[in-house]
């Protein structure tokens, strides 16, 4: 009896084991079930909201059908009309192809592509207005028309054979002279260039076109006063149509500067050497070959200063310049992808306040006096300093000393080439020239990216531009020295170029100011 009563018992723990074991095993799967039920709800809704937020071609495809279908069958107006605006704005994804995913970005990138350019273009009324204010009233007429004309043949030129000499596709990394913008340039999608150059291919040659101009410019203010006009504006069209693109195929066009720094490839964000050195070697070059102007030398060899007429001009044209900057600099991030653009504006920012700083105060301590005009110029120092290492380097450890150090190097530099007898009325060379070659440099040692940036690698890039340059103005220059001749006549530079190469003054209402 009493093993009975005890298998009994030992029979119903079992039972009662092996049933709990099967409710809960129940319970488990229930759970499951419905936990992959809501994880399935959820992958539905992510899946639905991805469609929405990113349509395939295909969707868009389908979506459009169904909207035409319910177009024709529909008898109301207003719903017609409400269809229509739906249709309209669903060709404009079905035209984007593949890429209508991305349409959203696209459009907000390409519009802030087209204001960049927008500002860009608007440093040609700084340069022309800082180059007026530095120099003499009865050339202002001159220094104007030269902006004008460099900016309008520069567009032109870039277009016919610049851009496509910029950017030629396979070559053999050196040299490929390309065509007239064509069809070949034109596509209006995401796929033109991905995130990395997100603009159609029009939007790509606007900016790019701003920037070709601007070389030639910087050799506009180094030469001012005394340059013969028709010899400039032939050497500025060969700079611009044909130096600049060649020299920067090498770098942005994907040519041989790509092996740079252990095949890291050489480092320019917006082109301090590209752009800014380019510019203030070629004006070293023509102003080595031009000569000083008249009066700016005693007998004995000192400097005599030729003031200005206007500062209120010169620091409308560098705060104008400050502005375009943040095209130049902002746009070169070749999207709106937030985080680049805001570091680099903030970069862009911090470096020109710190140059305009250091520059005043170096002047107060070499010169006895704040100069305007210096601190003017060290702003703009910060700038081309920064304009190459924007984007990968910190804004208080990298940043605030590159403009610091480029608004110490502009007043060096200035004193430096006026006891040298290089005579540049508005400090062009020494701010593009000696300041694109720190930008490079300090791409290498203030880098916080995870690319291995070197001074020689950098040094080799910034170099190469600079000699191509220099080497390329000296050639074209002298050969219009011997032939046309690059100089107004004395008799012309006394009386100013307002008159002799216009036959029109700038201020012809006023007395010019009288000097004992």
């Not at 170029?497 to 000097?515: C, M, S």
Request: proline share 3%; aromatic share 10%.
């Amino acid at each position: 009896m009493k093993n009975t009563a005890y298998i009994s018992i030992v029979a119903m723990l079992l039972c009662g084991v092996t049933l709990g074991s099967s409710l809960r095993a129940e319970e488990e799967e229930t759970t499951l079930q419905a936990t992959l039920q809501v994880q399935q709800k959820d992958e539905t809704q992510e899946k639905a909201t991805a469609s929405a937020l990113f349509p395939s071609a295909e969707q868009v495809e389908e979506t459009l059908a169904q909207l035409e279908a319910k177009y024709e069958a529909s008898t109301d107006e207003d719903e017609k009309k409400n269809l229509e605006k739906a249709k309209a704005y669903l060709e404009l994804l079905k035209g984007q192809g593949e890429f209508a995913y991305a349409y959203p970005f696209f459009v907000t990138s390409m519009l802030w592509t087209v204001l960049a350019a927008a500002l860009v273009f608007l440093m040609h009324l700084g340069f022309a207005t800082l180059e007026s204010g530095l120099t003499q009233s009865k050339n202002t007429v001159n220094v104007l028309f030269k902006n004008v004309f460099i900016i309008s043949i520069g567009l032109v030129t870039y277009a016919l054979v610049g851009f496509n000499t910029h950017y030629p596709g396979d070559f053999n990394g050196w040299f490929k002279l390309g065509g007239p913008l064509g069809p070949g340039n034109v596509d209006n999608t995401f796929g033109y260039g991905g995130v990395a150059l997100c603009m159609t291919g029009y939007g790509d040659f606007l900016f790019q076109a701003m920037f070709a101009a601007t070389a030639a410019t910087i050799v506009s203010g180094a030469v001012a006063e005394r340059v013969k006009l028709s010899s400039f504006m032939i050497y500025a069209t060969l700079l611009v149509a044909f130096a600049y693109p060649v020299v920067g195929s090498w770098h942005w066009g994907g040519g041989w500067m790509g092996s740079l720094n252990n095949g890291e490839g050489f480092k320019d964000f917006a082109g301090s050497a590209m752009v800014h050195a380019f510019g203030g070697f070629a004006a070293l070059a023509c102003v080595l070959l031009l000569g000083p102007r008249k009066g700016k030398y005693t007998a004995d060899g000192k400097v005599k200063p030729i003031p200005g007429h206007s500062m209120p001009l010169a620091t409308i044209g560098a705060l104008l310049l400050w502005l375009g900057w943040y095209g130049f600099n902002g746009g070169s991030v070749l999207s709106a992808e937030p985080g680049a653009v805001g570091l680099v504006f903030v970069t862009t920012t911090l470096a020109a306040a710190t140059g305009g700083l250091a520059a005043a105060f170096s002047s107060w301590l070499l010169l006895r006096k704040p100069d305007l005009s210096m601190t003017l110029n060290g702003i703009l120092a910060g700038l081309v300093g920064i304009t190459a290492n924007a984007d990968i380097v910190d804004p208080i450890s990298g940043a605030l000393p590159i403009g610091i150090i480029a608004g110490i190097l502009v007043v060096l530099s200035v004193i430096i080439l006026d006891r040298l007898k290089v005579d540049d009325p508005v400090g062009a060379i020494s701010v593009h020239g000696t300041c694109g070659v720190w930008g490079i440099l300090a791409c290498a040692i203030f880098n916080t990216s995870d690319k291995n940036y070197t001074l020689i690698g950098q040094f080799i890039g910034v170099l190469a531009v600079a000699g191509a340059a220099f080497l390329f103005s000296l050639i074209v220059f002298f050969l219009l020295k011997i032939t046309l001749g690059i100089r107004v006549s004395e008799q012309e530079e006394n009386e100013g170029l307002d008159i002799g190469e216009h036959g029109q003054e700038a201020y012809p209402n006023f007395q010019p100011a009288t000097r004992s």
